[in-house]
C-alpha cells in the first residue's frame, strides 16, 4: 500500500485466533456402536494430538475385530428392522434433520476439526464445515427420488456398508459416504484416521440428538487392523475407501474373492495448465489454492504445474511474490493461510521428499516468511524446470510441494498432463472457451476445473481414472454404487 507521500506502508494484520471455548473435548472418547457409546473390548485407547501444538487432545478407543463385529451385527440388525423398513421419504427426514443440526453446530464442528487436523480456520469454517452440511441436504432430497435416478430399472439398497476415510478432509469425507449411503437406504460401519477421530464422533452425537436409529450408523475408531476388519468382514455388503493407492491395492486383493461391491478414492499427481492467454493474476491465485489449500493434503490438488513458456518466468515471479505473503501459523487464527502438517508421520514423509527433490538437482523455491518452531508446519515451496521424469513429478507428495514445467503446443500440454499413473483431476486457464474445451475433452482425469480450481459441489460427481481409483461420489452418480440397480 502506498500513502499520499509515496512512502511503502508494511500491511501487518493483527492476530486473530478463533476461541475454543466451544468445544468440549472429552478427555476419553468411545467407540459408537448401536446407537450408544461403549467400551472397546480390548480396553485399549491411543492419543489424538493437536499437530499444531504436539499436545494430547483426547484419547481414542481402539477397535478390535470383535469390536467392529458388534457394530455390523448392530447395523445389519438396524437394516433389517429399522432402515430398509422406512419410505425414502422417512429417510430424508431424517438426513434433512441432521443436515440442519450440523449448520447449528458449525461452529464448534470447525473448531474441532481444526484443532485434531492442523487446518486453518477459515477453510474448517468456510469451507469443510458447509460443504458437510451440504452433502446431507443434498442426499437428503435423493432419498425420496431414488426411481427417478435410475429411471426404468429396478433399484434396491445394498444392506450394510463398510467405510473407512482418510484424515485429510476428516468430516468432510464422512459426509461423502455416509450421506448417500443412508440416502439409499443402506446402514454404515464407518472407521475415521487413527489421527481424525473426533469431529466424526462429534457427528456420532448429532445422529443421537437427531434421533437417528440405533445402529444405522456405528463408527469404530482405530488405525489399519480395523479397517482391514471391516474389509474383511463377511457379512458387509459393500466397502467404500478413500485413502493412499497402496492401502486402495491391499483392499481391491481381499475383497477380490466375494460379493462386496467396492469402489475406491485413491490418490492423485493433477496437472494444472496455464495457457498463455489466461487471466495471470487470477491463475496465479487458483494455482496458489490448487496446492497450497489445506496444507496440500488434497488428493486433487493440483500438483504439476504446467506453463506454456511464453509466460513462465513473468509467471514464475508472480508465484513467487505472491508465496512471499502467505501466512503459516497458527491454524485458529483467522488470517492464517497454511496451518500445520496433520502428523508427526507426514512431516517426515514430506520433509524427506523434499531432501530427494533437491538431491536429485530440481531448482528449488521456498518464500523467506517465518514459520512457527513448535508443531508441524512446511513453508509452500515449488521445484522450478523439471522434467516430467523428476521424481516430485510423478510422485504424490500430497503436502505444498509444486513442481513446475513449461510447454510450447496445446498437444504437448496435453501429453505431459496426461503422462501419470493416476488421473483424479486437472486445471485449465485461458480466456478462449474452445480451447478450454478441446483441452478437458483430451484430459484423461475426473474433474476437470475451468479458470478455477478445486471446486466442489454436493451436486457435481467426484472421482477417478487408473491408479486413481473406480466409481463416484457426489451427484446422483453418487448414488449408484449404493444401490443394486436391474
Ligand atoms: P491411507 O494410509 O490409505 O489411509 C486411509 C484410511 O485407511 C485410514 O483410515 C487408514 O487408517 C485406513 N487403513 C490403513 N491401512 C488399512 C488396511 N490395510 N485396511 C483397511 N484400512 C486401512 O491414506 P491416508 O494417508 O490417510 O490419506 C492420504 C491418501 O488419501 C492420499 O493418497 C490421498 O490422495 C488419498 N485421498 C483421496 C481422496 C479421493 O477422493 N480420491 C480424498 C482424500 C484423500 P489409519 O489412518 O488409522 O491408519
Ligand atoms: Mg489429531
Same mark, same amino acid.
Given at each position: ?33 448401536? @446407537? ?7 480396553? %485399549? ?35 433389517? %428392522? ?22 447449528? *453446530?458449525?461452529? =464448534? ?43 426404468? #430399472? ?34 454404515? /460401519?464407518? !472407521? ?6 473426533? $469431529? ?14 440405533? @445402529? ?10 480395523? &479397517? ?14 478413500? &485413502?493412499?493407492?497402496?492401502?486402495? *491395492? ?14 475406491? +478414492?485413491?490418490?492423485? %499427481? ?10 495471470? =493474476?487470477?491463475? /496465479?491465485?487458483? /494455482? ?29 515471479? %508472480?508465484?513467487?511474490? *505472491? ?22 508421520? =507426514?512431516? @517426515? ?10 538431491? +536429485?538437482? &530440481?531448482?528449488?523455491?521456498?518464500? $523467506?516468511?517465518?514459520?512457527?518452531? #513448535? ?9 522450478? !524446470? ?6 516430485? $513429478?510423478?510422485?504424490?507428495?500430497? &503436502?505444498?510441494?509444486?513442481?513446475? $514445467? ?40 475426473? /474433474? ?39
Amino acid at each position: 500500500m502506498q500513502d499520499h507521500q509515496n512512502k511503502i506502508i508494511n500491511f501487518e494484520y493483527a492476530p486473530s485466533i478463533e476461541s475454543i471455548d466451544i468445544v468440549n473435548i472429552q478427555p476419553k472418547n468411545k467407540l459408537f456402536i448401536d @446407537g450408544k457409546f461403549v467400551e472397546p473390548t480390548s480396553k %485399549k485407547y491411543f492419543a489424538s494430538i493437536n499437530p499444531a501444538t504436539g499436545e494430547t487432545l483426547a484419547q481414542i478407543a481402539d477397535a478390535n475385530a470383535k469390536d467392529v463385529d458388534l457394530a455390523v451385527k448392530a447395523a445389519r440388525k438396524a437394516y433389517t %428392522k429399522t432402515w430398509s423398513k422406512l419410505s425414502g421419504k422417512e429417510r430424508g427426514r431424517y438426513l434433512f434433520r441432521i443436515a440442519r443440526m450440523i449448520q447449528e *453446530r458449525a461452529r =464448534e464442528l470447525a473448531v474441532l476439526e481444526t484443532l485434531d487436523n492442523g487446518k486453518p480456520i477459515k477453510e474448517s469454517r468456510d469451507i469443510d464445515i458447509p460443504l458437510v452440511a451440504a452433502h446431507f441436504f443434498y442426499y437428503a432430497g435423493w432419498a425420496d427420488k431414488l426411481d427417478y435416478a435410475v429411471p426404468g #430399472k429396478e433399484i434396491k439398497s445394498l444392506g450394510v456398508v463398510g467405510q473407512i476415510i482418510p484424515w485429510n478432509f476428516p468430516l468432510l469425507m464422512a459426509a461423502w459416504k455416509i450421506a448417500p449411503a443412508l440416502a439409499c437406504g443402506n446402514t454404515v /460401519v464407518l !472407521k475415521p484416521a487413527e489421527t481424525t477421530s473426533l $469431529s466424526c464422533l462429534l457427528l456420532a452425537q448429532i445422529f443421537q440428538d437427531a434421533g437417528l436409529p440405533d @445402529g444405522v450408523v456405528n463408527i469404530v475408531t482405530g488405525a489399519g487392523e480395523t &479397517g482391514a476388519a471391516i474389509v474383511n468382514h463377511p457379512d458387509i455388503n459393500k466397502i467404500a475407501f478413500t &485413502g493412499s493407492t497402496d492401502v486402495g *491395492r491391499i483392499i481391491q486383493k481381499a475383497v477380490a474373492h466375494t460379493d462386496k461391491k467396492l469402489t475406491l +478414492e485413491l490418490g492423485g %499427481k493433477s496437472a494444472h495448465i496455464i495457457y498463455e492467454d489466461a487471466a495471470i =493474476e487470477q491463475a /496465479v491465485e487458483g /494455482v496458489i489454492n490448487g496446492i497450497y489449500f489445506n496444507q496440500g493434503h488434497v488428493c486433487c490438488a493440483g500438483s504439476r504445474l504446467l506453463l506454456e513458456e511464453s509466460i513462465a518466468e513473468m509467471f514464475v515471479g %508472480k508465484l513467487k511474490s *505472491r508465496m512471499e505473503k502467505l501466512r503459516v501459523g497458527n491454524p485458529l487464527d483467522k488470517n492464517t493461510d497454511i496451518g500445520a502438517i496433520n502428523s508427526a508421520g =507426514e512431516y @517426515g514423509k514430506i520433509k524427506k521428499l523434499i531432501e530427494s527433490g533437491i538431491a +536429485e538437482g &530440481g531448482e528449488y523455491f521456498e518464500p $523467506s516468511i517465518q514459520i512457527p518452531t #513448535k508443531g508441524y508446519f512446511q513453508k509452500p515451496c515449488f521445484f522450478n !524446470k523439471v522434467s516430467s521424469a523428476f521424481s516430485l $513429478s510423478r510422485v504424490e507428495v500430497f &503436502g505444498p510441494v509444486l513442481t513446475i $514445467s513449461t510447454f510450447r503446443t496445446a498437444q504437448e500440454a496435453i501429453m505431459k498432463a496426461n503422462d501419470t499413473q493416476y488421473g483424479l483431476a486437472a486445471g485449465v486457464w485461458s480466456e478462449k472457451g474452445s480451447k478450454i474445451h478441446k483441452t478437458a475433452a483430451a484430459l484423461k482425469a475426473g /474433474v476437470i476445473w475451468a479458470n478455477t480450481y478445486n471446486k466442489f459441489d454436493p451436486s457435481s460427481p467426484f472421482g477417478g481414472f487408473n491408479e486413481s481409483g473406480f466409481g463416484r461420489e457426489g451427484g446422483r452418480h453418487g448414488l449408484f454404487p449404493y444401490l443394486s440397480i436391474k
